[in-house]
């Protein structure tokens, strides 16, 4: 197995340490290209191949990269509403992945949409619900679009605005 990739190390080692300490992980001071520039991230984790807590930012909302993955870490970590907070027990058996997203372009219409190759974000006023590419079981683009407005709390019938973005995912 190769080592994992520095975006997920540092996913890792963020939620550990706010486990064992109460408080955030400093950004380490030497940084890659990628991990030093503005982007959204979401960061997931998985326990035995199910979902433990995935949260994200479609824009950034840090100085870097790495301090978005660091914030994200430890809200998936410990604030997915979805879950109970994982427990340092729990670390050495969970699955990191790291999605860096690009900017999010609108589109006119589904068509132009791959779940396999675009993530989707649905809006509807101030309601808006994102879904990540490339994601099991996710098979279809209505099944994309479906969820991401359930998960906005979207009706089927409302007009919505789309804009679709893609990803560079660490394992």
């Excluded at 509403?81 to 670390?91: A, H």
């Excluded at 997203?101 to 132009?112: G, H, K, N, T, Y």
């Excluded at 190759?117 to 098979?139: A, C, F, H, M, N």
């Excluded at 683009?141 to 679709?164: D, T």
């Amino acid at each position: 197995m190769h080592s994992p990739s520095a975006p997920v190390r540092l996913a890792r080692e963020s939620l550990a340490y706010y486990l064992e300490h109460g408080r955030l992980l400093d950004k380490p001071a030497e940084l890659s290209a990628e991990l030093c520039r503005r982007a959204g991230v979401f960061v997931s984790f998985k326990k035995a191949g199910q979902l433990r807590g995935c949260i994200g930012t479609f824009a950034p909302t840090q100085p870097t990269v790495a301090e978005e993955i660091i914030q994200n870490a430890v809200s998936a970590g410990t604030e997915d509403p979805r879950f109970n907070p994982i427990s340092p027990g729990e670390l050495a058996d969970l699955e990191v992945s790291v999605d860096v997203l690009e900017a999010p372009e609108p589109i006119e219409s589904m068509d132009v949409l791959d779940p396999k190759t675009y993530g989707v974000i649905v809006r509807k006023g101030r309601r808006s619900g994102l879904l990540l590419p490339d994601l099991e079981g996710v098979d279809t683009v209505a099944e994309q679009v479906s969820i991401a407005m359930q998960k906005a709390g979207i009706r089927p019938e409302e007009e919505i605005e789309l804009y679709r973005f893609t990803v560079t995912r660490y394992i």
